[in-house]
């Protein structure tokens, strides 16, 4: 892969950031990274492990002259970010970010980008339930979808070089509206990490009562809503406060599930619990046969995970 930006700022150096600095380095995308951290604590941690060519103390440094600059920040906090780095932005360089939500993104970020400064959303659906500047790796988004969610005007150039920048990180790229995005995220990503949460809620609730046997016994399923439930809480909280209606929508939706499956089994109705269990299991096969997770009984995250 050769560079497609000469400068890449990455505001934010948590598990996102810190991965795309690694994916950069591994395929020679950039000739220089900078980065920033809104922490002290973070930019001497990023400082130490040699995460970026150049840790700045502000922001406006850090994107002064990029060609791209990636907000790498919780959603809540985008707004504030893009106010700030306005007026230092390089004419014709593109602004994208990370967000697990989009339309919320575009509304309070896109009214502070610039005139001639290239505004495109994206989000990669990878991650892990780590967060910081040390959790990163440069495998992250191989072979994992990055969506691109181009704004009214957004310019065909810079979209066709924002999409060889993430396929040069490893990543399948696609676009999509902005309002799609967020309600099938709200399927595949919120709502099951806020199904996660509260089982997890349940369950240490239920630890009371039966003191350390919900921790020892979890592997037999609740293990891996724990690791859902492990991630980070300032990210989470801003995703539901900004993709309400999605969120709200899927989780009605999943109600009305639950219920008719409590209802299969008060009256033993093990018919409809099968077909039930069988068309869900088909949904898994098809995830396998994508390639975005193995069947290994360990679900292809090894030992070290």
């Known amino acids: 892969m050769s560079q497609i930006y000469d400068r890449v700022a990455l505001i934010g150096l948590g598990l996102i950031a810190s991965s795309m600095y690694w994916a950069i380095k591994r395929a020679g995308l950039a000739n220089e990274v900078t980065g920033f951290a809104r922490s002290t604590a973070t930019r001497e941690t990023a400082r130490r492990i040699g995460l970026c060519d150049r840790v700045c103390d502000t922001a406006q440094e850090a994107v002064q002259g990029a060609d791209l600059v990636v907000l790498c920040v919780p959603v809540g906090a985008m707004a504030a970010v893009a106010k700030d780095i306005a007026p230092v932005l390089k004419p014709g360089a593109t602004v994208s ?12 970020v896109a009214p502070h980008i610039p005139e001639g400064v290239h505004f495109i959303p994206a989000h990669p659906l990878a991650g892990t339930e780590h967060s910081g500047p040390e959790s990163g790796f440069a495998e992250l988004f191989d072979n994992r979808w990055s969506l691109l969610v181009p704004v009214d005007g957004s310019d065909p150039d810079a979209i066709a070089r924002l999409r060889a920048f993430w396929e040069g990180l490893g990543s399948n790229v696609d676009e999509m509206d902005a309002d799609h995005h967020d309600l099938v995220l709200a399927v595949t990503s919120h709502a099951p990490h806020l199904i996660a ?3 997890v809620g349940v369950a240490d609730d239920l630890r009371r009562v039966t003191d350390s046997e919900v921790i020892k016994y979890s592997a037999a399923g609740f293990r891996d809503f724990t690791r859902i439930a492990a991630s980070d809480p300032t990210m989470w909280r801003d995703v539901f406060l900004t993709n309400k209606d999605a ?3 899927i989780l009605g939706r999943f109600t009305e599930e639950l219920f008719a499956l409590q209802r299969a089994i008060r009256t033993g109705d093990g018919e409809q619990l099968f077909d039930y269990f069988t068309r ?5 096969r098809g995830i396998i046969d994508a390639g975005q997770d193995t069947d290994a009984p360990d679900f292809g995250r090894g030992k070290a995970s």
């Open 280 to 284: 869900t299991r088909a949904i898994r």
């Open 197 to 199: 949460y509260t089982m």
């Open 97 to 108: 970010d990370v967000g697990s939500v989009k339309r919320h993104v575009i509304k309070s």
């Open 247 to 249: 969120t709200l929508e």
